[in-house]
């Protein structure tokens, strides 16, 4: 058995077990009132998911096992000393909990690169059958359902097994899936894009410079950004639209890539995964309008203002969670300084982000006025030459499978049941808090 599997029983099962006693013993202990607010509004703030791979703290931004962006940036393996951490090794810490060596990484690597050659034809026949006008989107998730015919958890439940025993064909569809996406990414980036002109995978190069590689960007910054990039979009807690989609689906125990495509389903929302293309269409009509390719900073805010006036929303910036700067920001604006600070559009971010924060805080209405992750991603691929904005949440799909994945995992290890919330219609609602219009 893979020694990384028989570690998953070892740290799976007690606490498989503890949940079975948490239910048994005090399934009906009342934990948190809810309110009329919180159900009518999203469900934001309540309660109710048992998610293990990564929680979203307020004032820290996304923690992944406990672990903060700074601490992963420190404690990760990485491919040169002063570089970024390895995706690799974030999957094992969300997987396992525990921070992984070198040898755990490259395990995961050349696992992933032996389990990327088996990708059926008939995906590519499914991917080309689509028109090359359709958005990315459409040709990653039409490609991750045609995969689903290769899923070893369907054959594994059609041929009976014990419910504690799921865990184990699910992570192998998760590896197989994992592995794969790069390359379905970078195809379709190739076709439509680059004229067809196809980049075989390079069995050398980790995950995530694979991808690269395969996307025609073979530089060593390039393969740098991208390690960083699957870094901090791999989660995001499980109450997100794309962990949530892919752990409801998978509570009716769908197999992975059924659950997957559900989530990817989620991202492709401009309120959630295709917000970094909203940002660049952002920055392009401003700088269209103004008239202008290198705006000041009272340009910026005049535009702000008008902005928000015409009742719009500047995208990439506000939050759900945070009060503060998104550390996925941060990181992302210390990777460009560091490798590209005279980029164009880099200090045009830092300058809408010399002003924005303060336009927003002003109005009063905006509990965070900082920026978020997609504020400065789209332009950070776009300087490293990645200029495709409809790619973009695509490459956010391929890392968020880190930790949606890792967490449908656990789902499979705790014995989670079919999801299945209670409902009202609107009557009920107004009855019982005596709504009086």
């Known amino acids: 058995m893979d020694y990384i599997k028989q570690r998953i029983i070892e740290i799976g099962r007690p606490k498989a077990e503890m949940v079975k006693d948490l239910i048994k013993k005090h399934g009906d202990d009342v934990i948190q009132d809810v309110t009329l607010g919180q159900v009518l509004t999203g469900m934001k703030g309540m309660v109710s998911l048992l998610t293990c791979t990564s929680k979203l703290d307020p ?49 995961i690597s050349e696992q992933w690169a032996q389990r990327a050659q088996g990708i059926p034809p008939h995906v590519f026949d499914v991917i080309n059958a689509l028109p090359k006008d359709a958005h990315p989107m459409i040709q990653f998730n039409t490609a991750i359902l045609a995969m689903s015919t290769e899923s070893q958890f369907r054959k594994a439940y059609l041929t009976g097994m014990e419910k504690k025993d799921y865990w184990g064909p699910t992570y192998e569809g998760v590896m197989d899936l994992i592995s794969r996406l790069p390359v379905i990414a970078a195809y379709i980036y190739r076709r439509v894009f680059h004229n067809e002109e196809y980049i075989d995978i390079d069995p050398n190069h980790d995950w995530a410079a694979n991808l690269a590689h395969m996307m025609g960007h073979d530089t060593t910054e390039v393969h740098r950004l991208m390690r960083l990039y699957m870094v901090i979009h791999a989660d995001h807690e499980g109450g997100n639209v794309s962990a949530h989609a892919t752990h409801l689906v998978g509570s009716a125990l769908s197999n992975p890539y059924y659950s997957f495509s559900a989530g990817m389903n989620g991202l492709a929302g401009p309120l959630h995964g295709m917000a970094n293309q909203n940002v660049m269409h952002w920055i392009h009509k401003m700088l269209r309008e103004l008239g202008d390719e290198n705006p000041s900073e009272s340009q910026i805010r005049d535009y702000a203002e008008m902005t928000l006036k015409a009742g719009q929303v500047i995208p990439g910036y506000g939050h759900a969670v945070l009060r503060k700067t998104d550390p996925r920001f941060t990181v992302q604006l210390e990777f460009a300084k560091k490798y590209a600070p005279d980029a164009h559009l880099i200090q045009l971010v830092d300058k809408i982000y010399n002003v924005v924060p303060d336009i927003l805080g002003k109005t009063g209405k905006v509990k965070n006025p900082y920026p978020n992750v997609d504020a400065i991603s789209g332009s950070l691929l776009s300087t490293f030459g990645i200029t495709e904005y409809p790619i973009y949440t695509v490459l956010f799909g391929v890392s968020r499978a880190l930790g949606v994945l890792t967490q449908l995992i656990w789902d499979r290890l705790y014995g989670l049941p079919i999801e299945r919330p209670k409902s009202q219609n609107l009557k009920w609602f107004v009855d019982k808090v005596n709504y009086q219009q």
């Open 59 to 107: 004032e820290e931004g996304i923690r992944f096992r406990g672990y903060s962006i700074p601490q992963l940036q420190e404690l990760l393996p990485k491919m040169q000393e002063d570089g970024e951490p390895l995706p690799e090794g974030l999957f094992y810490l969300m997987l396992t909990g525990e921070l992984p060596t070198k040898q755990d990484v490259n395990h």
